[in-house]
């Protein structure tokens, strides 16, 4: 399995290290950049994987990003390896404003308040859903009633913004992501297939 370590973390350090990797954002990001220009497979392949990543991380389905990557990534027969690393555009740092922007574009598309879905609002929203999941599950158990009142209120005022305004950048950088890519891998494998001509010719003895 690629990336796969040989001793297996903590869930407190595999946590850790999803918001804080050891070797810091930036080495971690030059270093899905570099391995992401040695993977084995063609420019459009590997770019449309880039963007498959990058468009399924302004999705709201928050911890199936990477599954969603994946399985689109194979369905519409791009890179696997790099859709994974697409998706590293979101993350603890930049969820807020993913998530921010998300939500203004949503709301405005639907005509409402921007103003009504401030990260105050978005909160109490958060708290009211998984407060009916809490109720429904007791409700389950003969523990009261059932609140589907906070269900609809998340959806309506948080999910759907969120996913309209969600799709409509996600395309956009998934766009970008696909035509800063392709040229620079195009580039790379050129250079590349060139440095190992240069090498097998230096092997070959002289006549």
Partial sequence: MVFKRRDKLHWGESLRSYILPRAGWRR???YLGHRLRRIPDSPTRIARGVAFGIFISFSPLFGFHIILALLMAKVLRANMIAALAGTAIGNPFTFPFIIGAALKIGTFVLGRNSADHDFRRVGESFREFFHAIWGTLKALFGFGHG???GFGNF???VMLPYAI???????????VGFYVTKPV?????KLRRKNLAKKAKKKQPEG
């Fill in 165 to 175: 305004g969600g799709t409509i950048l996600g395309l956009a950088f998934a766009l």
């Fill in 28 to 30: 971690t990001l030059v």
């Fill in 155 to 157: 959806f309506s005022e």
């Fill in 185 to 189: 891998i195009v580039a790379y494998q």
């Fill in 147 to 149: 609140n589907l009142h």
